[in-house]
């Protein structure tokens, strides 16, 4: 059988055989690259989470929590959910934005500050232009001339295109052009870390004081990534323009942070002013032991169960195990002899599902 007819055979038969002899739908357990739209299993440390959120939404005062545990832990799952929880929470919430961030290697904080421009983009400036052509009051709580000036164009002119697009080239960082000269009487370009950190700071403050903007949820994964890439100076360049981010925005701003133990540890000694902002950490553990791995095969089996049904409600779900419990305690404590050789603590839960992953595609294959 050609390469083609075992693709059709697949699409064709699999997902009603693996129910029928299964009851799932496919592969329950992700592989180790499959890194978004997994389930996750809710914990104690979920809570401490969702308590720190509501904390925020109340009082709006700004928060950073760090979220610390090693390589396949389950942080950007973890990060992942959350993103999803809080868009859903704050969907019938106007005024709240929510920007999930890699930070991959990069010299400067600026690529961030950026991105938080772009989220909010130009239905937030033209919303903006709208409130301070009604009332001019907020403006008086920016800082930078030139974002004041800024400002007293848009709410001089109201939301004009033209002018909504030039706020946002400048604030994007690009080139002071005649027409930014002429039209907003800006003078100077956001062309450093700083100013851009000045701007945003302004920007959060007067949309606030103009009702439309309520908060930031601003969700950084893989932090660690900026250690041992960029030079020591580059490191701390980076983690002083995130502390000036946190400083200059003591409300409004709800920053989670994921990253590994050894490399918040490199972090603190480097710029101990950042650690001091680090306080609110949550620490993600991996499997412990053999009852933690049960526990968390199951849960992903149970999901893929009830997904299944969800597709094909009238059918009989297959009551024959694609995994059994036996299979499951062998993949465990061979991933455990296997960790502590290496000194490591615990077996991390990516690794343990990976290995769950490949198991049970060997018997799904030979279904086909």
Request: proline fraction near 4%.
């Amino acid at each position: 059988m050609s390469l083609r007819d075992k693709v059709a055979q697949s699409q064709n038969k699999q997902q009603p055989d693996l129910f029928a002899t299964y009851g799932v739908l496919n592969n329950p357990f992700p592989a180790s690259s499959q890194t978004s739209h997994n389930p996750r299993r809710k914990q104690s440390v979920d809570e401490k989470a969702e308590a720190r959120i509501i904390s925020f939404l109340r009082d709006q005062k700004s928060q950073v929590v760090v979220v610390e545990g090693t390589q396949g832990v389950g942080k950007t799952n973890f990060l992942n959910h959350f993103e999803a929880e809080i868009e859903d929470a704050l969907s019938e919430l106007n005024g709240y934005y929510v920007v999930r961030y890699l930070a991959d290697p990069e010299a400067s904080f600026d690529g961030t500050i950026r991105r938080l421009f772009q989220e909010l983009g130009e239905d937030h400036i033209e919303k903006l232009a709208e409130k301070l052509e009604d009332d001019e009051t907020p403006i008086s709580s920016a800082r930078s001339q030139d974002m004041r000036s800024a400002l007293q164009s848009l709410a001089n002119a109201g939301p004009v295109s033209e002018l909504v697009r030039l706020f946002a080239d400048w604030l994007y960082g690009g080139r002071i052009l005649k027409a930014h000269k002429e039209r907003l009487n800006i003078h100077f370009r956001l062309d450093t870390v700083e100013s851009k950190t000045a701007a945003l700071r302004d920007l959060v403050v007067v949309s606030s004081e103009a009702g439309i903007l309520n908060g930031i949820f601003l969700l950084l994964d893989e932090l660690e990534k900026q250690d041992g890439i960029l030079s020591p100076t580059a490191v701390v360049r980076y983690l002083s323009a995130m502390r000036a981010i946190i400083d200059a925005l003591p409300h409004h701003l709800f920053m989670m942070i994921a990253v590994t133990p050894d490399a918040l540890r490199r972090y603190s000694n480097a710029l101990p002013a950042f650690r001091s902002r680090l306080q609110n950490q949550i620490t993600l553990n991996p499997l412990l032991s053999l009852r933690d791995g049960q526990v968390l095969a199951n849960f992903y089996l149970d999901f893929a169960k009830k997904e299944a049904a969800k597709k094909f409600p009238k059918k009989e779900p297959g009551r024959k195990s694609l995994i059994t419990p036996s299979q499951v305690e062998d993949i465990f404590e061979e991933l455990k002899i296997i960790t502590e050789r290496r000194g490591d603590r615990g077996v991390p839960q990516r690794v343990f599902l990976h290995r769950l992953h490949a198991a049970c595609e060997e018997v799904i294959q030979d279904l086909n």
